[in-house]
């Protein structure tokens, strides 16, 4: 017998209004009238799970609490059923607040300029393509487990100068953290543990042997005080690194080529239209944004009217507020020449992601390659598409058929 305490399982919602649970399995499936339904009911929803926690329906809400770091802290930024004290340095910048916040992001913005994507741009399409050329002759495949999981992954294994073929160890800690950990603290502990004992190994090397990739970048660098950054912080910000680089994007890739497969139209339009590619992924984007963050109530204040209370965790959904209609004509509909998209899935305010232009980068490689080399595919009617839960959404199962296949 395992004297480890188990997760209690959560309750079906029957009231989404008053009840909402983000890793209700109905939710996970299909969450998107269910956000509808939260909309029309107010700006700022409330529930009694996760120890108390507020959600912003509106674009107008989101924002609010996005760009007010006085009254909603980002110490814990995933909602989860537990909240032990936050760890210091844990995955800065994206877990400081002002004002640690500027200096720990300006240190990581430099590695992520769109010329330096540039310069990775060529092994992202090896990355690409090596992943095609072991299935392409079967005419059948499960996108999300062959193709989309691994293109970050490997992409910023090469950054970090890590081996890619660790690929499968750091894929198994995100799970462990991101969906396994809402519901079991033993299960998050255990990856965080791990990945810092992993890190840890990679700069000690590198103290007797310098490299040039981005853990030695993080060693060389700087605080305003101009000291070196503690072992702490370069192993937080690996960790986020590692984090919020992978799960994020392979979840983006993986929404795209589904969108792709049930949407005949647009994918031809896309073949026909390569230069339109850019400006789809930001549709694609927006109307499957991946990534739901978390703030703290740390202040007593209202939003959009409503007020809230210290204490409370806030669910910041960067997908619901990308389908408020208030904000976007048509908002449930997918326009892939949509030209005016002020969209928020890379967030809004001072956290917005570091890593956008690598992610751009990583979505438009990855559908040009795949829609050259698989013009005509669609999705396995034998097989199912299962969706992740919690913090980020994305396919976690996708079967796809083309060529000989279909």
């Known amino acids: 017998m395992s004297d480890v305490s188990q997760p209690a399982a959560h309750p079906p919602v029957t009231d989404w209004v008053n009840d909402f649970d983000h890793t209700d399995p109905r939710w996970t499936e299909d969450p998107f009238p269910i956000w509808d339904a939260l909309r029309a009911a107010s700006p700022i929803v409330h529930t009694e799970r996760f120890l108390g926690c507020y959600m912003p329906t509106t674009y107008e809400a989101v924002r609010e609490i996005a760009n007010d770091t006085e009254h909603f802290s980002s110490r814990r930024i995933i909602v989860r059923d537990a909240r032990p004290e936050p760890a210091r340095n844990a995955a800065p910048p994206i877990t400081s607040d002002p004002p640690a916040h500027k200096p720990a992001k300006q240190l990581l913005l430099p590695p992520f300029t769109p010329d330096a994507m540039k310069k990775l741009e060529p092994r992202v399409r ?25 293109i970050p992954v490997q992409a910023i294994a090469h950054m970090l100068g890590i081996p890619e073929s660790d690929s499968d160890l750091f894929i198994n800690w995100i799970h462990m953290i991101l969906e396994l950990g809402i519901k079991d603290e ?12 992993y890190f840890s190994a990679q700069i000690e090397a590198r103290k007797e042997k310098p490299t040039d990739d981005l853990i030695s970048y993080l060693m060389n660098a700087r605080d305003k005080e101009g000291q070196p950054l503690e072992d702490s912080h370069v192993l937080g910000s690996l960790r986020l690194l590692l984090i ?20 005949p139209a647009d994918r031809e339009r896309l073949i026909a239209e390569p230069g339109l590619i850019p400006t789809a992924v ?18 007593e204040t209202t939003i959009s009217g409503c007020p809230v209370k210290p204490g409370n965790m806030v669910l910041l959904s960067f997908p619901a507020a990308n389908r ?28 917005r992601c570091v890593g956008s232009n690598l992610a751009r980068m990583e979505m438009q490689v990855a559908l040009e390659e795949w829609l050259k080399r698989i013009p005509d595919f669609r999705l396995d009617p034998a097989g199912t598409v299962t969706w992740s839960q919690g913090t980020v959404r994305g396919p976690r199962q996708l079967p796809f058929l083309f060529g000989k296949a279909m």
């Open 126 to 150: 090896a990355i690409c393509n090596e992943l095609i050329d072991g299935f392409i002759a079967d005419g059948r495949v499960d996108a999300a487990a062959r193709y989309s999981k691994y």
């Open 282 to 299: 930001e549709e694609l984007l927006r109307a499957y944004s991946p990534v739901t963050m978390a703030r703290e109530v740390v202040g």
């Open 244 to 263: 919020a680089g992978i799960d994020t994007t392979w979840s983006a890739i993986g929404s795209s080529l589904w969108h792709l497969a049930r949407t």
């Open 324 to 351: 408020d209609p208030k904000m976007f004509p048509d908002a449930d509909k997918v326009v892939i020449d949509r030209r005016e998209n002020r969209h928020a899935a890379f967030g809004l305010g001072i956290h």
């Open 186 to 197: 033993n299960m998050l502990l255990q990856a965080v543990h791990e990945m810092s004992a």
